[in-house]
T-cell receptor
């Protein structure tokens, strides 16, 4: 069965510092990978996705993620965090065939301090 | 930009009552989903729907739950007899094809008293 692990429950970074949120997945083949962001009281907004091709994908709000097949990872990065980036971040995976649902990690809560 | 909408944003109900959560998926999308997120926990899949029938459901989606696409635009989730543990944020999502990006609505917060 597919699974997603986000090992960091809560991360605090200073505004302007770089950020990396970790995501590891378990899947028999190459899955489709996503990062979603959820601001307090809001829905899930897609940050970026990886389907195939270039393993470094760019998303909205200055975020990027790198797919590393050898490590089964899809870590999210941002070179300079803004206070508005404080939110919950979810990594998700879906199989690349058939009508399979998204499987989410437990999320990482990002706090940004001045 | 097209978006998924959900109503109501917050629903409070008494245990044992029926609730219907409503969603309007993106208009040209063909696949529809319901997920839920219990407070402080991860987002969990409930059910997927395509071509007017359920295509997949999780073990959470028991006989108390049902989904319907009553017309060309709405997609509903009904809980027949709510339990305290049904309290959660319920998200609707839609996608153009099965393996494409799923776009989420803002959610309905259900509180069962």
């Amino acid at each position: 069965a597919q699974s997603v692990t986000q090992p960091d429950i809560h991360i605090t970074v200073s505004e302007g510092a770089s950020l990396e949120l970790r995501c590891n997945y378990s899947y028999g083949a190459t899955p489709y990978l996503f990062w979603y962001v959820q601001s307090p009281g809001q829905g899930l907004q897609l940050l970026l996705k990886y389907f195939s091709g270039d393993t470094l994908v760019q998303g909205i709000k200055g975020f990027e993620a790198e797919f590393k097949r050898s490590q089964s990872s899809f870590n999210l990065r941002k070179p300079s965090v803004h206070w508005s980036d404080a939110a919950e971040y979810f990594c998700a995976v879906v199989g690349n065939s058939g009508n399979t649902p998204l499987v989410f990690g437990k999320g990482t809560r990002l706090s940004v301090i001045a | 930009e097209p978006e998924v909408t959900q109503t109501p944003s917050h629903q409070v109900t008494q245990m044992g009552q029926e609730v219907i959560l409503r969603c309007v998926p993106i208009s040209n999308h063909l696949y529809f989903y319901w997920y839920r997120q219990i407070l402080g926990q991860k987002v969990e899949f409930l059910v997927s729907f395509y071509n007017n029938e359920i295509s997949e459901k999780s073990e959470i989606f028991d006989d108390q739950f049902s989904v319907e696409r009553p017309d060309g635009s709405n997609f509903t989730l009904k809980i027949r007899s709510t339990k305290l543990e049904d309290s959660a944020m319920y998200f609707c999502a839609s996608s153009l094809v099965a393996t494409d990006t799923q776009y989420f609505g803002p959610g309905t917060r259900l509180t069962v008293l």
